[in-house]
């Protein structure tokens, strides 16, 4: 069982730039998806970025804003969020999807991090 634990919310000025990171307890090399969703304050949550076999997508409210990467020898997925706007406030999570065969999928999820972003 592989757990997440996200890093590295805060608060920071409209403008201003956070890198979320998530690690695992174990390797997320087995791991065929990893994304950030958010959620904001009564919003449902939404996906801001994933990236699987290397190529990352992104939603377009933060396109050229946000980078997602990961980093299988460190177990480690990061989010890199510049020019950072008050709508990006919200409780990040980190998620992994392991899919072995089509019945077999297994999801992961971390317990979040807050980022508050003030104008």
């Known amino acids: 069982q592989v757990q997440l634990v996200e890093s590295g919310g805060g608060l920071v000025q409209a403008g201003g730039s956070l890198t979320l990171s998530c690690t695992a307890s174990?390797?997320?090399?087995?791991?065929?998806?990893m994304a950030w969703y958010r959620q904001a304050p009564g919003k449902q949550s939404e996906l801001v970025a994933s990236?699987?076999?290397?190529?990352?997508n992104y939603a377009d409210s933060v396109k050229g804003r946000f980078t997602i990467s990961r980093e299988n020898a460190k177990n480690t997925l990061y989010l890199q969020m510049n020019q950072l706007k008050p709508e990006d406030t919200g409780v990040y999570y980190c998620?992994?999807?392991?899919?072995?065969?089509?019945?077999?999928?297994?999801?992961?999820w971390g317990q979040g991090t807050q980022v508050t972003v003030s104008s």
């Open positions: 174990g390797s997320i090399s087995s791991i065929n998806v």
């Open positions: 998620n992994g999807l392991r899919i072995r065969s089509i019945a077999d999928r297994l999801n992961y």
């Open positions: 990236i699987s076999g290397g190529r990352p």
